[in-house]
């Protein structure tokens, strides 16, 4: 969905309960979406279960969406259902999926070296904190601006600036290993 107008007609036909613009939204933002919670769960199903939960979402709130930057309120509605997913997790003290891959053979990383260094990426993404890797999330998996996720975070430009270059120095260091 390359043009306003078109986004807004989709909205709009979405705000009016018109499925087939359900179908045009989820078709424009799903492999997105889902980037997204894969980079911040590196878990398939739960990926597959947030993505799911923030469409149902959808449905139930884009009637409140009054404008403005649309991606920036479906990542603000997609960070919440991560938050909230977050914290069920926490509640029922489960630990974080432990890092896959550790044990990988030689071999694997000789065939596949893109595939092992996407593994390995999502391995040291793993030892970020939440807030850290969702910044890093947001920013190249979403394709936010700076200020569209300060906006979203409701936190100075500045800070998330800070908060992105921080983490990707972090990150960086951690790939050096």
């Known amino acids: 969905m390359g043009r306003n107008d078109d986004l807004g007609r989709v909205i709009r036909g979405c705000q009016a309960g018109e499925a087939g613009s359900f179908e045009n939204l989820i078709d424009a933002y799903a ?18 279960e947030l993505l799911s939960e923030l469409f149902v979402k959808l449905v139930l709130k884009i009637r409140q969406y009054r404008g403005g930057a649309f991606e920036t309120w479906l990542f603000r509605v997609a960070s919440n259902v991560f938050h909230d997913w977050l914290r ?17 053979p030689q071999a694997a990383e000789d065939e596949h070296p893109d595939i092992y260094e996407m593994d390995r990426l ?17 920013r190249f998996y979403s394709q936010m601006s700076f200020r569209e996720m300060a906006a979203l975070r409701g936190e100075p430009i500045g800070t998330t600036l800070a908060k992105v270059h921080r983490g990707l120095k972090k990150l960086r260091e951690l790939m050096e290993q």
């Open 31 to 48: 492999n997105r979406c889902y980037g997204y919670f894969y980079r911040l769960t590196g878990d398939r199903e739960v990926s597959d």
């Open 122 to 138: 999502q391995t040291e993404l793993e030892k970020l904190d939440t807030d850290t890797k969702e910044v890093i999330m947001l």
């Open 88 to 104: 069920e997790k926490q509640r029922q003290s489960k630990l974080l999926e432990a890092e896959r891959h550790r044990n990988r």
